[in-house]
């Protein structure tokens, strides 16, 4: 039997990409003879002709599945009911705008077959980017690198690429209702590797990935890989507290010296506003430590409102007796 493998396709107002979309995808499919391919399209709430283009394609493609959300909900969920929907023992998400090549399928099922369980897509540079976008993008990178932990989110790396049935059923499973697909693949692990690729332009058409979506999609990454940012008052609370000792210690320096003569300052030190100041400080360093010990008891409310399983099992080898 050959493997059966399902390609997931978001989709929201496309119609101008999917003639183009479906034949050049399907000149890629059929020259993958040693696979059986099932096409999971997710109408995304679309305004345009999208939907009946996608029924009409339907008509003469019986591989074609079609998951029609009942508004648009984004692209993350859109990913999300096309893996829930499809029923491959791998899937390759992807977007219509053929900045996701379909060529690069066949190199991605080669690394499937040699074992892996997630073969990413990798942007082998980010020439064709502007400025702005590429500079915006490696500083996103760097700091999720910084603050991810053990989940190690590859760089340059979108939702095109494959993983396997049972990667599949694990991100399934994953109960956050921030869905970030980025993310939780990298969280699920099990054996990964790298395919490089140039990404050309569009297709056709116009993106809908502007800089509100890209920053929110930043946002919601960061805020699902980690709870690091809630103890930064507590990191606050240390250093006030270590500036203001440091400071205290000076001022009692300086007075001391002045008062018994010890040395003379060239200049007037008004101890009673830096006395102020202070005070002022180590009242703001105890809302600093308050609010770290709230945020430790919200970091442990956001693990468990997460609800992912403490574990993975891949396999349970035994040796038979």
Same mark, same amino acid.
């Given at each position: 039997?050959?493997?059966?493998?399902?390609?997931?396709?978001?989709?929201?107002?496309?119609?101008?990409?999917?003639?183009?979309?479906?034949?050049?995808?399907?000149?890629?499919?059929?020259?993958?003879?040693?696979?059986?391919?099932?096409?999971?399209?997710?109408?995304?709430?679309?305004?345009?002709?999208?939907?009946?283009?996608?029924? /009409?394609?339907?008509?003469?493609?019986?591989?074609?599945?079609?998951?029609?959300?009942?508004?648009?909900?984004?692209?993350?969920?859109?990913?999300?009911?096309?893996?829930?929907?499809?029923?491959?023992?791998?899937?390759?998400? $992807?977007?219509?705008?053929?900045?996701?090549?379909?060529?690069?399928?066949?190199?991605?099922?080669?690394?499937?077959?040699?074992?892996?369980?997630?073969?990413?897509?990798?942007?082998?540079?980010?020439?064709?980017?502007?400025?702005?976008?590429?500079?915006?993008?490696?500083?996103?990178?760097?700091?999720?690198?910084? $603050?991810?932990?053990?989940?190690?989110?590859? &760089?340059?790396?979108?939702?095109?690429?494959?993983?396997?049935?049972?990667?599949?059923?694990?991100?399934?499973?994953? /109960?956050?209702? &921030?869905?970030?697909?980025?993310? /939780?693949?990298?969280?699920?692990?099990?054996?990964?590797?790298?395919?490089?690729?140039?990404?050309?332009?569009?297709?056709?058409?116009?993106?809908?990935?502007?800089?509100?979506?890209?920053?929110?999609?930043?946002?919601?990454?960061?805020?699902?890989?980690?709870?690091?940012?809630?103890?930064?008052?507590?990191?606050?609370?240390?250093?006030?507290?270590?500036?203001?000792?440091?400071?205290?210690?000076?001022?009692?320096?300086?007075?001391?010296?002045?008062?018994?003569?010890?040395?003379?300052?060239?200049?007037?030190?008004?101890?009673?506003?830096?006395?102020?100041?202070?005070?002022?400080?180590?009242? $703001?360093?105890?809302?600093?430590?308050?609010?770290?010990?709230?945020? $430790?008891?919200?970091?442990?409310?956001?693990?468990?409102?997460?609800?992912?399983?403490?574990?993975?099992?891949?396999?349970?080898?035994?040796?038979?007796?």
């Amino acid at each position: 039997m050959k493997p059966f493998i399902s390609i997931v396709v978001p989709m929201y107002n496309e119609e101008k990409v999917i003639p183009i979309f479906f034949k050049r995808l399907n000149e890629v499919l059929k020259e993958l003879s040693d696979f059986r391919f099932e096409i999971v399209v997710v109408n995304d709430g679309s305004k345009d002709q999208t939907l009946p283009l996608l029924r /009409q394609q339907q008509t003469m493609q019986t591989n074609l599945v079609i998951v029609n959300l009942s508004r648009n909900f984004g692209h993350e969920p859109a990913v999300a009911a096309g893996l829930k929907t499809a029923r491959g023992e791998a899937a390759i998400p $992807m977007d219509a705008d053929l900045q996701d090549p379909p060529e690069l399928i066949q190199k991605l099922l080669e690394k499937y077959q040699a074992g892996y369980h997630v073969v990413n897509a990798k942007r082998a540079s980010r020439k064709e980017d502007s400025f702005l976008k590429r500079f915006t993008a490696s500083q996103f990178y760097s700091i999720i690198a910084k $603050m991810s932990g053990k989940v190690k989110i590859p &760089n340059n790396v979108g939702h095109f690429r494959l993983i396997a049935r049972k990667v599949i059923d694990e991100v399934i499973q994953l /109960q956050e209702k &921030n869905r970030v697909f980025r993310v /939780q693949v990298p969280y699920v692990g099990y054996r990964t590797t790298d395919v490089l690729f140039n990404r050309p332009k569009r297709a056709a058409g116009t993106t809908h990935y502007n800089y509100r979506s890209m920053t929110k999609l930043a946002v919601d990454a960061i805020l699902a890989t980690t709870h690091v940012p809630l103890f930064w008052p507590l990191w606050f609370w240390f250093y006030l507290s270590l500036g203001i000792g440091v400071s205290m210690l000076a001022q009692l320096t300086l007075w001391l010296g002045d008062a018994l003569g010890l040395f003379v300052l060239g200049f007037n030190v008004d101890h009673g506003l830096w006395l102020i100041f202070q005070i002022l400080g180590i009242v $703001m360093s105890f809302l600093f430590l308050f609010l770290g010990i709230i945020a $430790m008891y919200v970091s442990k409310i956001y693990l468990e409102v997460q609800n992912r399983p403490f574990y993975i099992i891949d396999e349970v080898y035994r040796k038979e007796i």
